[in-house]
Nanobody, 122 residues
Framework: QVQLVESGGGSVQAGGSLRLSCVASGHKYEWNIMGWFRQAPGKEREGVARIDAAGGTFYYRASVKGRFTISRDNAKNTMYLQMNKLTSDDSGTYYC???????????????WGQGTQVTVSS
């Protein structure tokens, strides 16, 4: 059973930074692909960033490119999201997700964390 636990959310002023963490447990192949999603009130969940098992092949949504950096430390079973130059549009609940393969990530059922709240005040 995969368990993903996020931390690092909080409240910050616009222009500030936060670093989110996601610790994974369970079978390691279940988090070959890891990534972050976010959901603001009244809006659909959207993909933010994604990283593969080797720490490469990144994906970033256009609005966060140059400001957010995704990384992972496989020795610690942990993925990170460094978020800089935050704006109010970045506010929402951030979710960690994982999958065993690209196919599962794109078409199957991902594993999800419980979410961590990020609030950016302008």
């Amino acid at each position: 059973q995969v368990q993903l636990v996020e931390s690092g959310g909080g409240s910050v002023q616009a222009g500030g930074s936060l670093r989110l963490s996601c610790v994974a447990s369970g079978h390691k192949y279940e988090w070959n692909i890891m990534g972050w999603f976010r959901q603001a009130p009244g809006k659909e969940r959207e993909g933010v960033a994604r990283i593969d098992a080797a720490g490469g092949t990144f994906y970033y949504r256009a609005s966060v490119k140059g400001r957010f950096t995704i990384s992972r430390d496989n020795a610690k079973n942990t993925m990170y999201l460094q978020m800089n130059k935050l704006t109010s549009d970045d506010s929402g609940t951030y979710y960690c997700a994982s999958a065993d393969s690209d196919n599962t990530w794109n078409f199957g059922n991902k594993h999800w964390g419980q979410g961590t709240q990020v609030t950016v005040s302008s």
